[in-house]
């Protein structure tokens, strides 16, 4: 078995573990059986009524709604200065709100997707993004490895005997 025989893994470890198996025509046949003996069970309709109830947004009121998770985006980036540079560094409440003002449209724009011009990248941007998470561990790291050692210097420096040079010639 290799591999890449997905099904066959899957299988086997639900077996091990003592999980149900059954593919999608034992679900589907589930579910006739139980529309025959509940004349009421409609899983589509229960689908539809749901999207019934939902309120429908107006565009506007959409992106008002996404400032939120842009705030979140805004301040995940705040973050990720602060912990690179300094933690002192902030954008500002005034920067913020700005910002989370011109990113709301965009994830509305595109469903909080990359722009279909862009799609053809993803894996680059992945890859870019994860070079980068790791370029910031370690340059954190260092700083952090520094910091300790000039610490350590000092403590040795204070903590050694001072020479007294006799006054007497």
């Not at 939120?68 to 990720?80: K, M, N, P, Q």
Request: proline letters at 5%.
């Amino acid at each position: 078995m290799s591999i890449g025989n997905t099904e066959q893994v899957d299988e086997m470890m639900n077996n091990e573990l003592g999980q149900e198996n059954h593919s999608e025509h034992d679900e589907r046949a589930f579910i006739n059986q139980m529309a025959e003996e509940d004349g009421d069970f409609n899983p589509d309709g229960a689908v539809e009524a749901s999207k019934k109830h939902e309120p429908q947004l107006s565009k506007k009121e959409q992106i008002l709604s996404l400032e939120e998770d842009a705030l979140f985006l805004v301040g995940g980036a705040e973050h990720l200065a602060q912990q690179a540079f300094h933690p002192s560094l902030v954008f500002g409440e005034h920067h913020t709100k700005n910002l989370a003002k011109a990113t709301a449209p965009l994830l509305h724009k595109y469903g909080g997707e990359l722009p279909p011009w862009l799609k053809p990248y993803k894996e680059e941007f992945g890859f870019v993004m994860a070079l980068a998470m790791a370029g910031s561990s370690m340059y954190l790291q260092h700083r952090t490895i520094i910091r300790l050692e000039a610490d350590s210097k000092r403590q040795e420096q204070e903590n050694s005997p001072v020479e007294v040079e006799s006054a007497t010639d």
